[in-house]
């Protein structure tokens, strides 16, 4: 780190200033416009070179300029403060500088937050511009860093409060000025001794929101193993630290975002895993395996979760927060609407809280307040949301992360199933009071209310929590899996064996689930709500993998399907996601299930309910091919059944019926082919290449394979297109084998999902592949030589 410069007093320093002033203006004998000064110092910063901050200049200079430019005295102040920070100082004097210099720029960002500020100042350049122009900001970075340097074998150091102030006006300059959070994230020492001021409670909250705006710019991820003593700097954060770290873990811990929608498609994701391998764990993983390490962590997050609103913090130390909100400007809009829903239950309790402004305080640290204030409920309320928000998200993507089976045995353990289900209807999916908590310009329904935030976040936890894993049947009390059991044993069919293997002390208490407690709201839900989508997918990861006719049994028997099919039929659904979420549910809920189609039939029983229904299927098959998919796998199953109810259903099933027909079929078959190619394919639409093979697979084992394909020829020329829609198809196949092969995790679903051997799945691609232009069961049999277009390079660097 470089010296202090020379004190302002002393002639030498003056003398070096005055050289280097000279110097930098080319040895101009005029008076250089404010303009020139401050693109001499921009065009400094950016190289390094010439002017880069106030100490080249002289206090008189400065001084006179500052009367045609209205600085604010900025420059001047940091003058001083560059002869008052030198090693050697005491720094109370540079102390009472950066108070000068504070309310200077938190004004200004205050304005600036809040949407007060006006495209016509009086002041040219923001003070928050000229404190950065001048070097102020490069200067706090090395005044906060003084405790890395020794002398004598000591370290130096600098009191709480000052820091505090330094940390406060570096987040102000931050708010108001472009670049500056960029440039701070480049200095990546900086950025890892940031997590040390975290381990005083008095600058912990400045160091926190400051670190989080650096990490949301910093181009590489951050590895939380080089923080220094990571494991007790986060054992000894109490529950309110340790709640606001998680906004700090949010970013630290997912896979950063290329912000390319090209690079989401399947091929670029294959080339990042290919390079990714021979990378080693990403920045995301090793910081995820580094916080797993640490002893109780995942504990304390889930009784973080799990915690009730009474037992919160208390009034005293939430107040002492929100005073740190009032003056710290990323929360702003917060306290302010809090401090809204406070008023308006003071005047209907005649309850009052009284903050002090800002830097008020008594000796031991907390506001003024009342002996006899009392906290709204709706703010205790609002608190505890905003804390859980932070905390699930951590835990949903450590449980989607590779350590998963290790977090999912931890979060059993600690019961956060069961302790959210006990708080699921007084805070989760609690009813909106005539105060609750909105954003400014922003409303109720908003999906960045915290309300609204919260419930979606506990949803996406479920639906990792259940996707694929026998915890799943946590989400059930123990009379629901008595049920669970009753209805194996009715069907005379073996028990599920994770039923059987669920720790029933684990379970949720009570008189329902949270898996029952989620189909009642979502039975509720409003028809325009943006929750339906993520309750579709919650309840679908509970039915995922291999089918469960009791589990299938258990959801119909609450009107899951009938709610379904009024949401896709009577409310004629607009949203696609929406449908996409309902019709993959619905898909789950009925494949191979006889009980589900005869509801079907009975709930779809006119041919104009039954054209909506289709209308809607036909309407989007990216959205709606699983339900196809999982229609065809029934249909030949039931095929193949001998047995009264099975056979009558096959009877008078309208949509069975209509997927029979070999017509129908290739219609699907057709367009499934023909939306999708491999420079497009997602994760989303590659369910479309995975349906029109089953359905070719059902009809190799018919032996109707040549069949399909000569139609799928004869629908390509009655559309003009020769060729195309073959060559398009034999290259998604190569792709096809190329991700699949290599990826047990898909693999395994797409067998447990079909009840098709991944060996079968592997020889019908062969099959189809087969470059014999003799077999009937080759693509190439069926493209003519002259469109023949099958050796096409797809891949990626």
């Not at 000229?130 to 706090?140: A, E, K, P, S, Y």
């Not at 600058?203 to 590489?220: N, P, R, S």
């Not at 951050?222 to 630290?241: C, K, M």
Request: proline share 3%; aromatic share 8%; charged share 20%.
């Amino acid at each position: 780190m470089a010296a202090a410069p020379a004190a302002a007093g002393s002639g030498v320093g003056r003398g070096r200033r005055a050289a280097a002033t000279v110097a930098a203006w080319g040895g101009w004998g005029g008076r250089p416009r404010p303009g020139n000064i401050l693109l001499q110092l921009r065009q400094g910063q950016l190289t390094g070179q010439g002017l880069v901050r106030a100490v080249q200049f002289t206090e008189t200079f400065l001084t006179e300029r500052d009367k045609q430019s209205k600085w604010s005295g900025i420059p001047q102040l940091l003058l001083k403060l560059y002869a008052t920070s030198h090693l050697h100082s005491d720094f109370i004097e540079c102390q009472n500088i950066l108070k000068e210099i504070s309310p200077l720029l938190s004004m200004e960002a205050m304005a600036f937050v809040t949407e007060e500020r006006k495209l016509t100042q009086e002041t040219t350049y923001p003070n928050t511009y000229i404190f950065d122009l001048f070097g102020g900001v490069d200067l706090l970075v090395e005044i906060l860093m003084r405790p890395t340097i020794s002398i004598r074998g000591q370290k130096l150091k600098i009191s709480d409060e000052m820091s505090k102030d330094c940390l406060s006006i570096l987040y102000n300059t931050c708010v108001c000025t472009e670049g500056v959070t960029k440039r701070l994230a480049e200095k990546n020492d900086f950025v890892i001794f940031l997590f040390t001021l975290m381990t005083s409670k008095k600058t912990f909250l400045q160091t926190a929101t400051l670190i989080e705006d650096i990490l949301g710019v910093k181009k590489e991820m951050i590895r939380l193993d080089e923080v220094p003593n990571l494991s007790s700097l986060v054992s000894n954060f109490d529950q309110q630290q340790l709640a606001n770290f998680c906004r700090i873990l949010a970013v630290t811990i997912s896979e950063m975002d290329t912000g390319n929608d090209d690079k989401h498609t399947l091929l670029a994701k294959n080339a990042q895993q290919k390079k990714s391998l021979s990378l080693g764990p990403s920045a995301a993983e090793i910081n995820q395996a580094a916080l797993l390490s640490i002893p109780g962590f995942v504990e304390r997050l889930c009784k973080l979760a799990t915690r009730k609103v009474s037992e919160s913090t208390g009034t005293a130390s939430f107040l002492q927060e929100l005073e740190e909100w009032y003056t710290w400007l990323d929360s702003a809009l917060v306290l302010d609407a809090l401090m809204r829903v406070a008023n308006e239950e003071s005047e209907h309790n005649q309850a009052s809280i009284v903050l002090p402004p800002p830097g008020a305080s008594e000796e031991n640290g907390l506001p003024h307040t009342s002996p006899r204030t009392q906290l709204p409920q709706s703010m205790k309320i609002m608190h505890e949301i905003m804390y859980k928000l932070e905390v699930l998200y951590v835990l949903c993507v450590l449980l989607m992360g590779r350590q998963r089976n290790q977090v999912h045995r931890m979060i059993a353990e600690f019961k956060l199933i069961p302790g959210l289900n006990n708080l699921f209807d007084k805070l989760i999916w609690r009813k909106h009071s005539a105060s609750a908590l909105v954003l400014h310009g922003h409303n109720q329904n908003c999906d960045c209310s915290p309300d609204i935030t919260l419930k979606i976040q506990f949803l996406r936890l479920l639906q990792s929590f259940s996707d694929h894993h026998e915890n799943k049947y946590l989400l059930l009390n123990n009379q629901e899996l008595n049920e669970l059991s009753a209805i194996s044993l009715k069907a005379n069919i073996p028990e599920v064996e994770a039923v059987l293997n669920t720790d029933r002390s684990l379970v949720c208490d009570g008189k329902r689930g949270l898996l029952t407690r989620l189909l009642q709201v979502m039975k509720k839900e409003p028809a325009e709500s943006s929750f339906r989508f993520w309750q579709a997918r919650a309840v679908e990861s509970f039915l995922r993998g291999t089918t469960s006719y009791a589990d299938q049994m258990f959801l119909l028997k609450r009107g899951l399907l009938e709610h379904i099919l009024y949401c896709i039929v009577d409310s004629e659904c607009k949203s696609r996601d929406v449908l996409q979420s309902y019709f993959d549910l619905l898909g789950e809920l009925m494949k191979f299930n006889v009980d589900a189609f005869k509801r079907f039939n009975k709930y779809i029983n006119t041919d104009a309910k039954f054209q909506v229904f289709l209308k809607q299927i036909n309407s989007s098959l990216v959205d709606s091919n699983m339900l196809v998919r999982c229609v065809t796998l029934s249909l030949d199953r039931f095929e193949n059944q001998v047995d009264m109810k099975v056979a009558e259903v096959l009877s008078e099933c309208r949509l069975l019926a209509y997927i029979s027909q070999v017509p129908t079929q290739m219609s699907f078959l057709f367009r499934l082919i023909n939306i999708i190619h491999v420079q497009t394919l997602t994760q989303e639409n590659v369910s479309c290449l995975n349906t029109s093979l089953v359905i070719l697979m059902l009809a190799r084992r018919k032996e109707r394979l040549p069949l399909y394909l000569r139609l799928l020829q004869r629908m390509e020329h009655s559309k003009k297109y020769p060729g195309f829609l073959l060559n398009n198809f034999h290259n998604l196949l190569r792709f096809w084998q190329q991700h699949y092969l290599h990826k047990d995790k898909d693999s395994t679903c797409l067998e447990n999902s079909s009840c098709i051997s991944f060996s079968y799945w592997k020889e019908t691609v062969s099959i189809l592949l087969n470059p014999d232009r003799q077999s009937p069961s080759a693509l190439v049999s069926y493209i003519e030589e002259p469109y023949m277009d099958i050796d096409r390079d797809f891949t990626e660097e």
